[in-house]
T-cell receptor
Framework: GNSVTQMEGPVTLSEEAFLTINCTYT??????LFWYVQYPGEGLQLLLK?????DKGSNKGFEATYRKETTSFHLEKGSVQVSDSAVYFC????????????FGQGTTLQVKP | EAGVAQSPRYKIIEKRQSVAFWCNPI?????LYWYQQILGQGPKLLIQ????????DSQLPKDRFSAERLKGVDSTLKIQPAKLEDSAVYLC??????????????FGPGTRLTVL
């Protein structure tokens, strides 16, 4: 079946450090891939997405590239800020099916000044 | 533009009691989702509506959970009777299009349910 696996957290970084959060997926066909973020006290919001292989999603300095050969969608940011502290969720969606998103378990990022 | 609204934000009940959650999606959004997020896990879809019809309820525990979306706008999710394992955050989301896998979903703040 379809599934998403994220690296376990929490991830603790100093401000301006480089961030990578790993995400791999299992799916048949060609899913769309998403990163959602949940800031403290707020609801989930879309950070970026990619709908086909080799697409790169980007937003707010974050990037992720859809790699079909490695079934991965790793999230990266060159220089994190304290305000990036949040829980990050990788998810996949199947265009040939319902709109259901299948989420990973989430990775907590804490950025220290 | 107003976001997805949910109420209540928090609810504490005893096991075997009933509880209901309300969701108002973004105006004009055809598709509405209810997810269950247990602590330390990612959200899991319970039910998806397109307008007022059910698209996917394969993971809804139908012996105790029910949901409706009257007139294709607001939705309610009910649990009766509640069990301890129902303690979770219940998230409502909506999307403007037909609910295909590429759609961006917009989430509400969630309702945190504690069953004692």
């Amino acid at each position: 079946g379809n599934s998403v696996t994220q690296m376990e957290g929490p991830v603790t970084l100093s401000e301006e450090a480089f961030l990578t959060i790993n995400c791999t997926y299992t799916a048949t066909g060609y899913p769309s891939l998403f990163w959602y973020v949940q800031y403290p006290g707020e609801g989930l919001q879309l950070l970026l997405k990619a709908t086909k292989a080799d697409d790169k999603g980007s937003n707010k300095g974050f990037e992720a590239t859809y790699r079909k050969e490695t079934t991965s969608f790793h999230l990266e940011k060159g220089s994190v800020q304290v305000s990036d502290s949040a829980v990050y969720f990788c998810a996949l969606g199947r265009s040939s099916n319902t709109g259901k998103l299948i989420f990973g378990q989430g990775t907590t990022l804490q950025v220290k000044p | 533009e107003a976001g997805v609204a949910q109420s209540p934000r928090y609810k504490i009940i005893e096991k075997r009691q009933s509880v209901a959650f309300w969701c108002n999606p973004i105006s004009g959004h055809a598709t509405l989702y209810w997810y269950q997020q247990i602590l330390g896990q990612g959200p899991k879809l319970l039910i998806q509506f397109q307008n007022n019809g059910v698209v996917d309820d394969s993971q809804l525990p139908k012996d105790r959970f029910s949901a409706e979306r009257l007139k294709g706008v607001d939705s309610t999710l009910k649990i009766q009777p509640a069990k301890l394992e129902d303690s979770a955050v219940y998230l409502c989301a909506s999307s403007p299009l037909g609910g295909g896998g590429t759609d961006t979903q917009y989430f509400g703040p969630g309702t945190r349910l504690t069953v004692l």
